[in-house]
């Protein structure tokens, strides 16, 4: 059978491999990394070459030979490369083994047989697009093995329109004759070399970014088309530190594009979206919208209850319906019958309806984790919407991530890239930081502690935006049954001994869109404070893990004195705890009185403790301003955590 020759640089590891069909072996050179294995020490395997190769034709479709070699270092990688698993998505790529060799470090090797490798449904979870695994076991290794594997691909990474006469028509990417790709450089291994290739016809602009380090780069003519690579040596796997960013957001990586601008792609996403006539009126919904904005007088009135309704009505559940996948949404029939679907059903759901409403609302995409960058690569992996207010401004919505919450844009998306599919065209959009006081949470307590230690009393929590979703969760998901034992459950955090006597939480908790989240505790903790001989040991109640679900900021290292990378919190947010602690006859408070106020770009603290009379008087309030930090954030975040968290340190009363 024919031969193919894959000339593979690999600096001093390699000259060339020759990869015979008729799977006839070759023979491997001397491992040169037996040298330098010393500086790989504590690492369990060690990336020989990862080496992509990338032919696009003049219709965007792309030929993709995936090359690594791998070197077990450790009984633990030996157990991590046993098995390769490669993913792809059968209605516009194909995958297929072509080539796996393992080199025994006693110098046997050991050809697999690649037609005996696994093609099977990938595992998934809510959503069910018929997206497929090619597997291959290698069976037992050990340290010092060498296993080399060659897979090719064709087509690209986004599932689009199906049931084109022409099979090979699904391998060409959605805006036909453009190329686009995402390539991480960064490791999870240490690598020798990574390299990515790409081959395009001459007539074909292809913009690109190395972001976030530095790679050797080159362009040259090689048989009629560009070629550009992209090579990095001796990279190893990127530090972590706890709540980073994104890798795509920290780590080395390379964007390109044949497409000229984000305004382009905007053109292309809202014609591709009108010509499907995805947001075609229907007359069964038209009756619901009508019904819906019945008595709302002013448009933030029925675009949010549009909204709403859209959010709380359509589940999210994605299975393969067919065309409509990928860019193009599914129509107004297919999603208000079923009335469940993936991010774009929803969405989708909302444009028709806000339409059928009389206003003028377009699909957006978005990135939900990390950023989107100038170059126009499709990197995406959610769908919104907007409209177009009165003031001509467009207003991004979001149904998927605000079921039962009061706000129409999760702020858990804020600081977050988007593109609208507008008739006029946009660039990439930013959504802004939301105010921490839209994210209020506050904690106001009224209690008596007596001699023995138990505490008497009765604390109100409110809260608003994100934080209202926390605290009325158990009311907007749970059985009506048990909303006392939820509620029973956050004093039982503080101690097992508290009693719950009396809880009001209004006349209907469910009612979101009434106003602020607000519940009344009225309860009793024997033995909450530790008693001593004429002395009382306790914390303040508002500074327990009461409601510690909804401090996200408190599970952040605040341990660490500098960052390398940035940081994110779930949400901007205010935290505002009160308490009045009336204390036994006689007891005063053994601990100084104190005051402190901190001010920063990425959060502010003020507090205070003192005692007046037989009552010590507490306060709290943290101030986080942002979603995603900047490393220059961690001082004044860190600053105004770590002091929020040193006002919760045990009080000490004495007779």
């Known amino acids: ?83 390769i698993k490669y993913d792809y998505d059968p209605l516009t ?69 199906t049931g084109s006469a022409d099979e090979d028509s699904r391998f060409i990417p959605p805006m036909r004759g453009h190329f686009y790709d995402i390539v991480p450089f960064w490791v999870n291994d240490p690598t020798l070399r990574k390299v990515y290739k790409v081959s395009l016809p001459v007539e074909k602009e292809l913009q690109f970014k190395f972001y976030q380090g530095e790679c050797a780069s080159s362009m040259f003519f090689e048989d009629g088309k560009k070629a550009y690579t992209f090579a990095l040596e001796n990279a190893l796997p990127t530090p972590r530190e706890p709540n980073m960013v994104d890798l795509f957001d920290a780590a080395p990586k390379l964007f390109m594009s044949s497409t ?18 995805s947001f075609a009126p229907l007359p069964e919904a038209q009756k619901k919208v009508n019904e819906i904005i019945k008595g709302k007088h002013t448009e933030m009135d029925k675009i949010a209850a549009l909204t709403h309704w859209v959010a709380d ?51 957006a995409m978005t990135m939900a984790g990390s950023r989107v960058e100038k170059i126009p690569a499709d990197h995406f992996n959610h769908c919104v919407a907007v409209v177009k207010l009165s003031n001509g401004t467009y207003m991004p919505l979001d149904p998927t991530w ?24 946009s660039d990439i959009l930013e959504t802004p930081i939301s105010p921490p006081e839209d994210h209020y949470l506050r904690i106001n307590a009224t209690n008596r502690i007596d001699a023995k230690g138990t505490l008497h009393g009765q604390f109100t929590i409110t809260a608003e935006g994100q934080t209202d979703r926390g605290v009325r969760r158990i009311f907007t998901s749970g059985w009506q049954t048990d909303w006392e034992n939820s509620l029973e459950r956050e004093l039982l955090v503080v101690s097992p001994l508290a009693k719950l006597k009396k809880v009001d939480y209004g006349k209907n908790p469910k009612d979101y869109q009434a106003g602020p989240i607000r519940i009344s505790f009225t309860y009793e903790i024997p033995g909450y404070a530790v008693a001593g001989k004429d002395e009382l040991a306790f914390k303040p109640l508002v500074m327990t893990n009461l409601y ?65 009379g037989d009552k010590i008087r507490f306060s709290n309030t943290l101030a986080l301003k942002k979603r995603v930090y900047e490393p220059n954030d961690w001082v004044g975040f860190r600053s105004a955590v770590n002091t929020h968290k040193a006002y919760g340190d045990y009080l000490i009363v004495k007779k």
């Open 1 to 83: 059978m024919k031969k193919i020759l894959l000339s593979l640089c690999c600096g001093l590891l390699f000259s060339s491999f020759l990869l015979a069909q008729s799977g006839e072996s070759c023979q491997f050179p001397q491992d040169p990394t037996l040298e330098v294995l010393e500086r790989y020490k504590g690492f369990d395997s060690l990336v020989l070459l990862d080496s992509i190769s990338v032919s696009v034709e003049p219709t965007g479709s792309g030929s993709f030979a995936i090359y690594q070699s791998i070197k077990v270092l450790t009984p633990k990688g030996a157990l991590a490369n046993r098995v």
């Open 93 to 161: 790529a194909f995958a297929e083994f072509r080539q796996v060799t393992i080199y025994r470090a006693n110098g046997d090797i050991i050809n697999l047989d690649v037609t005996q490798a696994c093609d099977y449904a990938a595992p998934a979870r809510a959503i069910y697009w018929g997206a497929r695994q090619i597997m291959i076991e290698v069976g037992r290794l050990e340290p010092g093995d060498i296993i080399e594997y060659q897979i090719a691909k064709k087509g690209f990474t986004y599932a689009l329109l």
């Open 260 to 277: 000229p601008s984000w305004v382009d792609k905007s053109l292309w996403f809202h014609k591709v979206n009108e010509d499907y006539d």
């Open 313 to 363: 009505n359509i589940r999210y559940s994605g299975i393969s319906m067919g065309e409509g996948e990928g860019f193009t949404l599914h129509n107004t029939l297919m999603n208000f019958t079923d009335r469940c679907g993936v991010c774009k059903d929803i969405a989708g759901t909302l444009v028709s309806f806000l339409r059928m409403a009389g206003f003028e609302a377009y699909p």
């Open 402 to 425: 605000v079921p039962f919450t009061r706000e129409l844009w999760s702020s858990a998306e804020q600081q977050q890239n988007y593109l609208p599919g507008v008739p006029e065209g």
């Open 548 to 612: 510690a679900a909804l401090k996200s900021y408190l599970r952040i290292d605040t341990n660490l004195e500098t960052r390398k990378y940035g940081f994110k919190d779930a949400c901007s947010r205010l935290v505002e705890l009160n308490e009045t602690i009336q204390l036994p006859k006689g007891y005063q408070l053994v601990n100084a009185p104190k005051a402190d106020q901190l001010q920063s770009h990425a959060a502010d603290f003020k507090g205070a403790l003192q005692q007046e």
